[in-house]
């Protein structure tokens, strides 16, 4: 084999090995990595109506946690995304505060805003999980 050859043939072995460095430390460092589970939430939602109850109520309750564990999971959030927080010119929408003690002991937050049926996943499902628990209150 040629000198050449070996060069771009450890060249090319190094880039691989670095670049799997790198992917590992991203999946490890980012905030998404945690393990799933919620150990209370304190949750309110607040809408341009007359009379809206807007008071913010916090749940240990550990169907509701497993349900919005489902939600957050299957709708693909992590620790650290943004939610969409914005009404982007939409008057009337509802939104929804979530403040997220996490089993690892660290906090989460997510707000949404939902307006008619033009929002991603997560904002619908977070929106009617949370306006159920409050209609159940």
Known sequence: MSRARRVALWIGGAVV??????????????????NGTLTSVAYSQSQAVPNFDDSTRTTTDAGRLAALQR?????GWHPGDAGQASSNGCA??????????????STAKLDTYRCGNDNDRLTADVTRL???WRAAD
């Open 130 to 132: 949370i306006s159920s």
């Open 92 to 105: 009337g929408g509802i939104a929804t505060h979530l403040n997220m003690r996490l089993g690892d002991g």
């Open 17 to 34: 090995a670095i670049a799997i460095v790198v992917v590992i430390v991203i999946v490890v460092a980012r905030p998404g990595s945690w």
């Open 71 to 75: 939600v957050l999971h299957d709708d």
